[in-house]
Nanobody, 126 residues
Framework: QLQLVESGGGLVQPGGSLRLSCAAS????????IGWFRQAPGKEREGVSC????????YYADSVKGRFTISRDHAKNTVYLQMNSLEPEDTAVYYC???????????????????WGQGTQVTVSS
């Protein structure tokens, strides 16, 4: 059974950092594009970043460019989202998602991804 599990969320002060992990079981992440999405209360789920499976292309939402970094650890079958210079506006539940053909030229919408984790809460507050 394909399963994604996020971890690494928590409470952090503005300007702080967190690293989210997306670990896979039941399949190899190398063959899937991985997207990170977030959803704040009362808002729609939005794409944050993705990394493709084909050539490793990476895309970021404008709101996180220069602050967030997505990466793969092939040996650990895990994708990370390093989040620096966090702002209160980054507060949301963060989800990772997987799909074989996604992240081709953009992050895409949540409908472009078939497999989802349960989410991890990130709260940025002083």
């Amino acid at each position: 059974q394909l399963q994604l599990v996020e971890s690494g969320g928590g409470l952090v002060q503005p300007g702080g950092s967190l690293r989210l992990s997306c670990a896979a079981s039941g399949f190899t992440l190398d063959y899937y594009a991985i997207g990170w999405f977030r959803q704040a209360p009362g808002k729609e789920r939005e794409g944050v970043s993705c990394i493709s499976s084909s050539d490793g292309s990476i895309y970021y939402a404008d709101s996180v460019k220069g602050r967030f970094t997505i990466s793969r650890d092939h040996a650990k079958n895990t994708v990370y989202l390093q989040m620096n210079s966090l702002e209160p506006e980054d507060t949301a539940v963060y989800y990772c998602a997987a799909e074989t053909l996604a992240c081709g030229a953009r992050i895409g919408s949540s409908y472009d991804y078939r497999y989802w984790g349960q989410g991890t809460q990130v709260t940025v507050s002083s």
